[in-house]
T-cell receptor, first 112, second 113 residues
Framework: GEDVEQSLFLSVREGDSSVINCTYT??????LYWYKQEPGAGLQLLTY?????DMKQDQRLTVLLNKKDKHLSLRIADTQTGDSAIYFC????????????FGRGTSLIVHP | DGGITQSPKYLFRKEGQNVTLSCEQN?????MYWYRQDPGQGLRLIYY???????QKGDIAEGYSVSREKKESFPLTVTSAQKNPTAFYLC????????????FGDGTRLSIL
């Protein structure tokens, strides 16, 4: 079955890079997503990657995928206080019932 | 702008009362979902619907009910049978296509009076 795991907390200094990690268990072809949730709000899609890709970059965000180890990471360059939020990793299998499996979320705290 | 609208943003429930959370989308999405979020527990699926007039239970459906009479609307009723309803409730939808991510509303926070 599917299972997605993330560490619960990450604290970084403003201006440093943040790396949020995620592991998943399903080896089927899959889409992997990163969402951001600010306090009291819904989840906002940041980026996604298909499992036949190794890397995807979008401005300050870099997603790295190690398919062999089923490990996904989200790197945020030049982290700002506005990046403080909960970040969720999620996976879904194309052709299934479109029910993504979410990790528990990583709380990113950015301090001056 | 297309999106998902949840209302109300805050809701209070008295003991023994049923309350209904609204979720409306104008994205023309077929599939809609309800999640419950508790601190440190991520998202747990309550119900989902892939087409009008059809819905399935998720992982924690007990004490909840839904309807899907229109494509745009997927209301969630928290019944008196749900003994611990205090949580943040999120509605989401997905368009057709294998690489479509979920779109989320801004959530409803339900508390017990």
């Amino acid at each position: 079955g599917e299972d997605v795991e993330q560490s619960l907390f990450l604290s970084v200094r403003e201006g440093d890079s943040s790396v949020i990690n995620c592991t998943y268990t399903d080896s089927s072809s899959t889409y992997l997503y990163w969402y951001k949730q600010e306090p009291g709000a819904g989840l906002q899609l940041l980026t996604y990657i298909f499992s036949n890709m190794d890397m995807k970059q979008d401005q300050r965000l870099t997603v790295l995928l190690n398919k062999k180890d089923k490990h996904l990471s989200l790197r945020i360059a030049d982290t700002q206080t506005g990046d403080s939020a909960i970040y969720f990793c999620a996976e879904s299998i194309p052709g299934g019932s479109y029910i993504p499996t979410f990790g528990r979320g990583t709380s990113l705290i950015v301090h001056p | 702008d297309g999106g998902i609208t949840q209302s109300p943003k805050y809701l209070f429930r008295k003991e023994g009362q049923n309350v209904t959370l609204s979720c409306e989308q104008n994205l023309n999405h077929d599939a809609m979902y309800w999640y419950r979020q508790d601190p440190g527990q991520g998202l747990r699926l309550i119900y989902y619907s892939q087409i009008v007039n059809d819905f399935q239970k998720g992982d924690i459906a007990e004490g909840y009910s839904v309807s899907r009479e229109k494509k745009e609307s997927f209301p969630l009723t928290v019944t008196s049978a749900q003994k611990n309803p205090t949580a943040f409730y999120l509605c989401a939808s997905i368009g057709t296509g294998y690489n479509q991510p979920q779109h989320f509303g801004d959530g409803t926070r339900l508390s017990i009076l």
